[in-house]
């Protein structure tokens, strides 16, 4: 089965640039999808296809999915980012795959 | 707008099964799948399946094969799911959760406010 890998955690200091990898198998042949979530809340998508922003996320978030990682970039994180982030792909043999999750701390 | 309204909080005893459902409004039930994800306490999330409430055709995760059940009732736009032979850790809070396809395959835009179910003797 697919598996994604994220790092438990990754701090940064307010106004700075946050990066969240995701790894998986050749996962640049996958479209990879995130979704931000505050404790107590359902998840809310911040990114899909890689790089694209819904309507209402702010232009900070990004993204980007080459070879075996994935990365989500928060630029000028705000307290308002900590929160745990996961990316998530369609995979053809298990269908839907969630990374592990990585929580993100405002310093 | 679209809203997605789960059923309460559940205890169940281990052995037991447990049936939770999902309100959609704001939007056509039929034309957009249905996802069902779980979330144990302090831990990620995780992918039960989904149905097509147009067909009710469902696609299940492997490791819930037999022992979940999706469904829906296009009358009142309400999808379930089923959850049989209950362990202590099916305790998690699950999550009803719209597919637009929009965006991609499997791209999940809203959810449901989630519905704690524990098990415990």
């Known amino acids: 089965s697919y598996e994604l890998t994220q790092p438990l955690s990754v701090s940064v200091a307010l106004g700075q640039t946050a990066r969240i990898t995701c790894g998986g198998n050749n996962i640049g042949s996958k479209n990879v999808h995130w979704y931000q979530q505050k404790p107590g809340q359902a998840p809310v998508l911040v990114i899909y296809r890689d790089s694209n922003r819904p309507s209402g996320i702010p232009e900070r978030f990004s993204g980007s999915n080459s070879g075996n990682t994935a990365t989500l970039t928060i630029s000028r994180a705000q307290a308002g980012d900590e929160a745990d982030y996961y990316c998530?792909?369609?995979?053809?043999?298990?269908?839907?795959?969630f990374g592990t999750g990585t929580k993100v701390t405002v310093l | 707008q679209v809203q997605l309204v789960q059923s309460g909080a559940e205890v169940k005893k281990p052995g037991a099964s447990v049936k939770v459902s999902c309100k959609a409004s704001?939007?056509?039930?039929?034309?957009?799948?249905m996802h069902w994800v779980r979330q144990a306490p302090g831990q990620g999330l995780e992918w039960m399946g989904r149905i097509n409430p147009n067909s009710g055709g469902t696609n299940y995760a492997q490791k819930f094969q037999g022992r979940v059940t999706m469904t829906r009732d296009t009358s009142i736009s309400t999808a379930y799911m089923e959850l049989s032979r209950l362990r202590s850790d099916d305790t998690a809070v699950y999550y009803c959760?719209?597919?637009?396809?929009?965006?991609?395959?499997?791209?999940?835009?809203?959810w449901g406010q989630g519905t704690l179910v524990t098990v415990s003797s």
């Open positions: 959760a719209r597919e637009n396809s929009g965006y991609d395959l499997a791209v999940i835009d809203y």
């Open positions: 704001g939007y056509t039930f039929t034309g957009y799948y």
């Open positions: 998530q792909v369609w995979d053809s043999s298990t269908a839907v795959v």
